[in-house]
T-cell receptor
Framework: DTAVSQTPKYLVTQMGNDKSIKCEQN?????MYWYKQDSKKFLKIMFS?????LIINETVPNRFSPKSPDKAHLNLHINSLELGDSAVYFC????WGGGNTEAFFGQGTRLTVV | QQQVKQSPQSLIVQKGGISIINCAYE??????FPWYQQFPGKGPALLIA?????SEKKEGRFTISFNKSAKQFSLHIMDSQPGDSATYFC?????????????FGTGTQLKVEL
């Protein structure tokens, strides 16, 4: 049973297109995240949602818009795709607050903009 | 500004040897330090984690050593096996408005040779 699942796993699209990546978690967590991993494997947080409320919004272009219809889902919509958006995008989830709260990651979506 | 510095970038170890990966952080507000393991095509998975009030934590062949005064921590993999070949990320968590934000190191690609 997959804990954090993302679709699609691969996404190839042309510059200027709009695309979405979907994420769902079945762990009962109340906080979800989007991370971006670039070609050098560097992982950086983009957004965090807690109970459908945006908590963290790093300096991400506003072409990126996360949407959380409920606390088990966090989707990422990207408008006007650019070559530099090519990366692997990871969804993650955890419980809110401190303690030893492990973040669980999905398998990633490899986005290639051509 | 890279808040968590990780070294080395890559590491080759003989089977049965000890793998050592080092990280240093700057922000004293970090309160939780996990290590993640990532295999090709997969998302990062939690390996072991430590809180700053503990100097060492061991789980099986994996040990974290933590030096709070130096703001440094390291991962030791004893009796390294070919199956340990992966990319390892150290991370540090800061609590932002109650949410967990992981700041990752740049990753270490470990190869364990027979």
């Amino acid at each position: 049973d997959t804990a954090v699942s993302q679709t699609p796993k691969y996404l190839v699209t042309q510059m200027g297109n709009d695309k979405s990546i979907k994420c769902e978690q079945n762990l009962g967590h109340d906080t979800m995240y989007w991370y971006k991993q670039d070609s050098k494997k560097f992982l950086k947080i983009m957004f965090s949602y807690n109970n459908k409320e945006l908590i963290i919004n790093e300096t991400v272009p506003n072409r990126f818009s996360p949407k959380s219809p409920d606390k088990a889902h966090l989707n990422l919509h990207i408008n006007s795709l650019e070559l530099g958006d090519s990366a692997v995008y990871f969804c993650a989830s955890s419980q809110w607050g401190g303690g030893n709260t492990e973040a669980f990651f999905g398998q990633g979506t490899r986005l290639t903009v051509v | 500004q890279q808040q968590v510095k990780q070294s080395p970038q890559s590491l080759i170890v003989q089977k049965g040897g000890i793998s050592i990966i080092n990280c240093a952080y700057e922000n004293t507000a970090f309160d939780y330090f996990p290590w993640y393991q990532q295999f090709p095509g997969k998302g990062p998975a939690l390996l072991i984690a430590i809180r700053p009030d503990v100097s060492e934590k061991k789980e099986g062949r994996f040990t974290i050593s933590f030096n709070k005064s130096a703001k440094q921590f390291s991962l030791h993999i004893m009796d390294s096996q070919p199956g340990d070949s992966a990319t390892y990320f150290c991370a540090a968590r800061g609590i932002t408005g109650g949410g967990n934000k992981l700041t990752f190191g740049t990753g270490t690609q470990l190869k364990v040779e027979l």
